[in-house]
């Protein structure tokens, strides 16, 4: 047996003739492993690469790592006798042509007389045709109305055309490509002619699944679009108080810079209301806002949910890995919202990705460069936690250089009725409004739920009230008990309530009526109560234009 001690990777290639019980399956390759075993006396160095039948014979081409020469070796297995004989791969094996036929798309070549020099396996069978047989012969002679000639003259390729082949029944439109081949002259010396799909029946197929696979990527990305976009702006924060007018300004201000904003107001002032309209006011606008709850997540999950983390980083863990919340606001916003109760250990980290804007995956080296703008929100003293080192320094010093605070709102009284009417309307009760009794009670009430709780007592109310008044019985006791007790406080205390009280009445409604032109209608409806009503108001404080 010849051996070439330079050959690091030889090819074997065995011819088997009449292989009894033979099937074309996967079987074959332990089948055929099992012979060379025999014969080399080791089957793990054998791999079979190819198999191929031909007029009831089987070629089967092996790799192994012995060094033997490209010579192969050609076993007739009859009645389970073996004969060993050696012959030169090339007489069996032609790899471009053992390629081409296996391709699923049909392959043509003609040369510049229109000739056919090569079918493949699938177009001979598009045509019908033995391969042997239409080798030298005209294309026209199988598909008159070729355009092969067409492209050997402009030289120019034609590209998802369509191609009738057969007659009748056995009819098939084909999509086709026509490919001219050039000389180092230019000189055209034929063309491929390859087909893409089977019939045009294949092709609509394709088509149908694609336009479906586009829609479920469109609802995809739509939703989300939904879920990671910004929902609110700056026409949804209501109220012409002063500091709800200072707050809006800062916020068209700060929206034009990148850099990190604090918001700082008592729950249920609506900091994640300001931080939407924020993101919506800067250049980010188009890109997601994704809000994240640091208090309600538990201290050992947080920074997985932070900063996502890699396939196997823990027990549990998904096993594909998960992006973190900082990763989905790439060209976007994030929003922390009470970041005063974010473990030490994950604002260190947190720190780390705002200094440099790389973030690591949890069990992870890869580096991952993001790109976001921070907005954070607390209704606690940060400088307090900072002094019972509950509070990084440097975090605190990287966040307080833009603050927002919003007002609570006692402290914006007059902006009640506007809120009143928008949560109306937001419930579609456009027709319902509030009685004196009712409006005076929710302006004398404290709010220590602010515009979450004034918003929840709309909601009740409405769907309590008879009629299309809110009336001071549809109102929660506890509002309904305040109420009592200034009617029941002493006669002093009393009277400068309703003072105070019938001084921000009179403003507001002069605001309402200044707002909108003096149109009583509107002002009516902005204030959240009926007409009539409006002007007893404006007679009773003696309002007018001049």
């Not at 690091?8 to 075993?37: N, W």
């Amino acid at each position: 047996m010849y051996r070439n001690k330079s050959k690091e990777h030889a090819i074997r290639f065995f011819h088997f003739s009449s292989l009894v019980g033979a099937r074309r399956s996967v079987r074959y390759h332990y089948e055929i492993q099992d012979v060379m075993r025999d014969f080399t006396g080791n089957r793990s160095l054998l791999s079979v690469i190819w198999i191929m039948f031909r007029q009831g014979e089987v070629y089967v081409l092996f790799s192994n790592m012995s060094g033997f020469s490209t010579y192969s070796y050609a076993i007739l297995m009859q009645k389970g006798c073996m004969t060993l004989h050696q012959k030169e791969a090339a007489e069996f094996f032609n790899i471009p042509e053992i390629i081409l036929n296996n391709l699923p798309s049909g392959i043509i070549f003609c040369d510049n007389n229109c000739m056919i020099t090569f079918i493949n396996r699938t177009y001979a069978e598009y045509l019908g045709v033995d391969q042997e047989e239409v080798i030298g012969k005209p294309i026209t002679d199988y598909i008159p109305g070729s355009r092969i000639r067409h492209v050997l003259e402009t030289k120019q390729p034609e590209l998802g055309f369509r191609c009738s082949v057969g007659e009748g029944k056995e009819k098939k439109i084909l999509i086709v490509n026509r490919i001219p081949v050039l000389g180092e002259n230019g000189a055209a010396l034929g063309v491929i002619s390859q087909s893409l799909f089977g019939d045009i029946g294949e092709l609509k197929d394709l088509s149908e699944r694609l336009d479906l696979l586009e829609k479920k990527v469109n609802s995809y990305r739509e939703k989300i679009k939904s879920v990671l976009s910004s929902k609110y702006s700056l026409d949804d924060i209501k109220g012409e108080s002063t500091g709800i007018i200072q707050a809006k300004e800062l916020i068209a201000n700060y929206a034009k810079t990148d850099s990190p904003v604090l918001l700082l107001g008592a729950t249920g002032t609506g900091k994640e209301l300001f931080s939407h309209a924020l993101h919506l006011e800067s250049r980010r606008s188009r890109g997601p806002f994704v809000s994240i709850n640091c208090a309600a997540i538990p201290h050992d999950l947080l920074e997985s949910e932070l900063f996502g983390y890699a396939p196997g980083a823990f027990t549990g863990a998904q096993k594909d890995g998960k992006v973190g919340q900082i990763e989905l606001a790439d060209k976007g916003t994030l929003f922390l919202d009470e970041v005063g109760d974010m473990p030490l250990h994950a604002q260190v980290k947190l720190l780390r990705v705002l200094e440099e804007k790389i973030v690591y995956r949890l069990g992870s080296t890869n580096p991952r460069r993001v790109d976001f703008r921070l907005t954070a929100a607390t209704n606690r003293d940060l400088k307090a936690l900072m002094r019972e080192g509950k509070f990084r320094e440097e975090l605190y010093y990287r966040l307080n250089t833009m603050i927002i605070t919003i007002p609570s709102l006692c402290d914006r009284m007059q902006d009640i009725p506007a809120l009143v009417r928008h949560f109306l309307d937001r419930l579609g009760k456009y027709d319902v409004s509030c009685s004196c009794k009712a409006m005076d009670a929710f302006i004398g009430y404290d709010w220590p739920g602010n515009v979450r709780e004034l918003k929840n007592v709309i909601e009740r109310a409405a769907s309590l009230c008879k009629g299309n008044i809110i009336d001071i019985c549809d109102l929660p006791a506890e509002i309904i008990a305040d109420a009592d007790c200034i009617s029941r406080g002493s006669s002093e205390s009393r009277g400068a309530r309703i003072s105070t009280l019938a001084h921000n009445e009179k403003n507001l409604i002069l605001s309402a009526l200044k707002e909108n032109n003096w149109n009583m209608a509107k002002s009516a409806k902005l204030l959240g109560i009926s007409r009539a009503t409006l002007y007893e108001k404006t007679k009773k404080y003696k309002l007018s234009r001049g």
